[in-house]
């Protein structure tokens, strides 16, 4: 099984999505352009170390990089096939819009607490006993 590697194809298509040039990737990432250029033209493989800087770098997943995955957002590796393909789908722009701020505005309206801490606590009293020792000490 003769399977070309993707990750040439991969970043010449994030470069040019992001209107940059390779010197500019290059620096960024810290190698030099030629080893770049490399990668890009399928005659040298990235380390996992150089993998994982162009990841952050693009915001994307080493998955996407290697060809492992089409989800590209690192954020949403974790949701179904099919939640994913509905927000990356540009006709859905308009539902995720309003759906960011429906969501912005429950949270300016609920109220907020002071101390996350006293979440799901009853009454705010301490039981008599139930206080931690102050020190504690470990015989051996």
Same mark, same amino acid.
């Given at each position: ?103 912005? +505005? ?5 109220? *907020?607490?002071? &101390? $996350?801490? @006293?979440?799901? +606590? ?5 039981? *008599?006993?139930? &206080? $931690?020792? @102050? ?6």
């Amino acid at each position: 099984m003769d399977k070309k590697p993707i990750i040439g194809d991969r970043l010449r298509f994030l470069v040019v999505e992001s209107g940059l040039e390779h010197n500019e990737v290059a620096s960024a990432i810290g190698i030099k352009i030629s080893t770049f250029s490399s990668y890009v033209n399928y005659t040298r493989e990235p380390s996992v170390a150089t993998l994982m800087r162009i990841a952050h770098y693009f915001d994307v997943t080493i998955d996407y990089l290697t060809g492992y995955s089409d989800i590209r957002d690192p954020y949403l590796c974790h949701m179904p096939d099919d939640l994913q393909l509905f927000l990356h789908e540009p006709m859905n722009k308009a539902y995720i819009e309003i759906l960011k701020e429906f969501t912005e +505005k429950l949270q300016s309206i609920r109220p *907020k607490r002071e &101390n $996350p801490q @006293e979440h799901g +606590k009853k009454g705010g009293k301490k039981k *008599k006993g139930m &206080n $931690p020792p @102050e020190k504690l000490t470990i015989y051996d």
